[in-house]
């Protein structure tokens, strides 16, 4: 089946350029120009992965993001202008799994895109064996690829769960932040540290009853992160 891509931009130009690169690739690709159109267009198809441009009309590229964590975990990675580290991580605290720096190279766009997606499939390979995981409250599907707490159904983002799943699966080992972004992120990603204490703090804020005492991830100080069971 072809890979659905939304892409969002304003500059239509820039839009019908990664519209034909993606579809000489074989992939499906939507396209809106404000943030109302990308909204709706995300609440009626599943995408394989969202390009979200910051500046955009009626709804910015934040709140679109923030809207679809609210009912989806798929993929988003944020068009933010070059060298604005602020943009970066607001994009990750609204949930984004990554970002793209502009003025970008099709050619790289295209790369992260397929990166992105091989770790998505090789992730939905990987957990179709594994069952049910319960610690405590802490319960985590691994298939469905959902969480719960005391019952209630947590809304993670496919990089929250990524790292979420982990660390269970390797409880008390210690994982430093390069680990961290090598294993979940890959090692074409051009990110730094923070990417991952950005979202450790979003994890714990989310699964966790008093963040700043954490049950479940816990930080070795000076080393790194781990899953206490």
Not at 17 to 44: H, P, T, W
Not at 72 to 77: D, F, G, L, T
Not at 114 to 120: D, P, Q
Request: hydrophobic share 40%.
């Amino acid at each position: 089946m072809a890979k659905k891509v939304l892409v969002v931009d304003d500059e239509k130009l820039i839009v019908k350029g990664i519209r034909f690169s993606l579809e000489q690739d074989g992939m499906e690709v939507d396209c809106a120009y404000d943030g109302e159109e990308a909204l709706n267009f995300a609440k009626e198809k599943e995408y394989d992965i969202v390009l979200l441009d910051i500046m955009l009309p009626k709804l910015n590229g934040f709140e679109v993001c923030q809207q679809i964590r609210e009912f989806s975990s798929m993929p988003i990675v944020m068009l933010t202008a070059k060298g604005d580290d602020m943009d970066k991580i607001l994009g990750l605290e609204y949930g984004a799994d990554d970002y793209i720096t502009k003025p970008f190279n099709i050619l790289e766009v295209k790369a992260r895109i397929k990166a992105i997606m091989r770790r998505t499939s090789k992730k939905a390979e990987q957990v179709e064996n594994k069952k049910i995981v319960v610690v405590g409250d802490l319960k985590l599907d691994c298939e469905g690829r959902r969480v719960y707490i005391a019952g209630k159904e947590i809304n993670l983002t496919a990089k929250e769960f990524d790292v979420l799943e982990l660390l269970v699966f390797n409880p008390n080992k210690v994982y430093s932040r390069e680990n961290l972004l090598n294993i979940v992120w890959g090692y074409e990603y051009p990110g730094d540290v923070r990417t991952v204490d950005v979202h450790i703090r979003r994890l714990r804020e989310k699964i966790e009853s008093n963040p700043s005492e954490p049950k479940y991830v816990h930080t070795k100080w000076g080393v790194g992160y781990y899953f206490q069971e």
